[in-house]
C-alpha cells in the first residue's frame, strides 16, 4: 500500500482553487464623486448602486461650486478590489459625472463625521454620561433632567465608540450626518 506523505508544515492545495485568496476580501473605501447639481443625478448614482446590488456604509451630497452647477457626492462602500475598480468605472461612465476620486488609494485623507446622541438616565448614569463626554469632546447641546443630547464630531470610528459606551448608560436616539472628506495636501 502506497501512502502519501506530506511534509510538516506543508498544506496540500486542491488544483481547482487557484484563485488569489486576498482577491476576495472586501475592503471600505471612500470615493468622492464631483457631479452636475441638477436634479434626478443623485438618483442615477444611487441606482448603479442597487441595481448591482452594492451596499452603501455612508452617503453626503453638498453643493460645492453653486456658480460652476457642482456637488459633491461622498459614498462610503465595501466590495473586493474588483468591485471596488467596476464601481469606479460605472460612476465615471455616468453623463452628469464629472470626475471620481478614491480617497481611500489616492494618498492620506481627512475624514470626519457629525453625530448627535440623546441619552436619557439619572444619578450615577448620568454623571458617567457626562464624564464620557467630556473625555470624548462631546459637547451637550441640550439638557433636560432626564437627559442630554450630546453633539460629537470625529472619525466615525470615534462615533461608533461613543455609541458603543451611551448604550448601557440610556442612549435612547442617536443619528449621523454622514462621512464627509478631503484629500491632504495641496491638490
Do not use: C, W
Not at 442615477?44 to 451596499?55: C, T
Request: avoid cysteine; aromatic fraction near 4%.
Amino acid at each position: 500500500m502506497n501512502a502519501l506523505k506530506i511534509k510538516k508544515g506543508s498544506s496540500r492545495k486542491s488544483a481547482y482553487d487557484l484563485r488569489d485568496p486576498h482577491k476576495d476580501v472586501e475592503e471600505k473605501h471612500t470615493l468622492a464623486v464631483l457631479v452636475d447639481n441638477e436634479a434626478g443625478v443623485l438618483a442615477r448614482v444611487i441606482g448603479l448602486f442597487s441595481g448591482r446590488g452594492y451596499n452603501i456604509d455612508s452617503l453626503t451630497v453638498a453643493e460645492v461650486d453653486h456658480l460652476g452647477h457642482a456637488s459633491r457626492i461622498t459614498i462610503v462602500t465595501r466590495g473586493t478590489p474588483e468591485i471596488i475598480e467596476q464601481i469606479k468605472a460605472q460612476l465615471g461612465r455616468i453623463v452628469t459625472v464629472r470626475e471620481v476620486h478614491d480617497l481611500t488609494v489616492e494618498g492620506p485623507s481627512v475624514e470626519r463625521e457629525l453625530a448627535l446622541f440623546k441619552v436619557a438616565g439619572n444619578g450615577e448614569k448620568r454623571v458617567e454620561a457626562l464624564r464620557l463626554a467630556d473625555i470624548f469632546r462631546a459637547n451637550a447641546v441640550d439638557s433636560t433632567l432626564e437627559s442630554f443630547i450630546f453633539e460629537l464630531t470625529g472619525a466615525p470610528d470615534k462615533i461608533d465608540a461613543f455609541a458603543d459606551l451611551m448604550r448601557p448608560l440610556g442612549l435612547v436616539e442617536m443619528v449621523r450626518t454622514g462621512v464627509a472628506a478631503l484629500s491632504r495636501g495641496a491638490e
